[in-house]
């Protein structure tokens, strides 16, 4: 059976669909991005009962966790992330680390924002926001 014969609008279906598809490989040219420089990907699109990450990255001493946003256009005069999405994140990393706190507890963390258009090279917003940021 089609996807599109269960729904009741398939253009609707057809966008969801199709910037679902845009934003898995925006998530892959950033983690192409961030292996040629030299990041271990520890995680990609962890779950759990506070949100999503979309990627998380390890170099040397410092866990990046990696918001990925796909837009036509790098136009910046919009907000690209709200305050909730941030709070959201910032609490899932929380509970990432204290998960594997073993692991990385002697580790600094970093919020990076990475931008990706027209699938060509990201724009990376390095410490987009910190996990102490007042909302």
């Not at 420089?37 to 998380?56: A, L, P, Q, T």
Request: overall charge positive; glycine content about 4%; some cysteine.
């Amino acid at each position: 059976m089609s996807f599109f014969l269960e729904n009741k609008n398939p253009k609707t279906s057809e966008k969801k669909f199709s910037s679902g598809f845009t934003g898995k490989l925006g998530e892959f040219v950033v983690i192409i991005y961030y292996k040629l420089m030299f990041y271990k990907i520890i995680g990609h699109r962890i779950r759990n009962f506070c949100g999503e990450i979309d990627i998380i990255a390890k170099r040397f001493n410092t866990i990046v966790f990696i918001e990925v946003k796909s837009r036509k256009n790098l136009n910046m005069d919009y907000q690209i992330i709200s305050q909730n999405q941030i709070k959201r994140i910032t609490r899932a990393a929380d509970i990432f680390l204290n998960r594997n706190h073993t692991l990385y507890s002697n580790h600094d963390v970093r919020f990076d924002l990475a931008i990706v258009s027209n699938l060509f090279f990201p724009k990376i917003v390095k410490n987009a926001w910190t996990n102490d940021s007042k909302f």
